[in-house]
């Protein structure tokens, strides 16, 4: 837990207003209560509503900036939800690489 909130990146404002910039800082204290928030939102099927809130921001990707088809949208998540993406997603391919869950192509 504390090696992903010391990787969090800055970014905008997020729905939840934690700041990955908190996260970061406060790592050491808090990595514990994260990891039983995230535990317990696994164990009861349940992500609180605030980590499921995002904001889409338009991002120019080229050309004329008056062309709505020049953007393309980046949602800005909660840092407390990506970290439990990242979680989930560290169990999961430990698992099935343990059980040896896929095959070669």
């Known amino acids: 837990m504390k090696s992903l909130l010391s990787k969090l990146q800055p970014c ?3 729905a939840d207003n934690v700041s990955p910039q908190f996260l970061k800082i ?3 204290a808090i990595a514990y209560p994260i990891s039983m928030l995230i535990n317990r939102s696994i164990l009861e099927n349940s992500v609180p509503k605030i980590w499921k809130k995002f904001y889409v921001i338009p991002l120019h990707k080229s ?3 008056t062309d ?3 953007y393309h ?3 800005i998540l909660s840092p407390l939800s990506k ?3 990242n979680c989930i997603h560290k169990q999961m391919l430990e698992h099935v690489i343990q059980e040896n ?3 070669p192509i």
Request: hydrophobic content about 30%; overall charge negative; some cysteine.
């Open 83 to 85: 970290i439990m993406e």
């Open 26 to 28: 406060a790592g050491n």
């Open 68 to 70: 709505p088809s020049n």
């Open 73 to 75: 949208p980046i949602d």
């Open 12 to 14: 905008t404002p997020c």
């Open 63 to 65: 050309g004329n900036t």
């Open 101 to 103: 869950l896929l095959t």
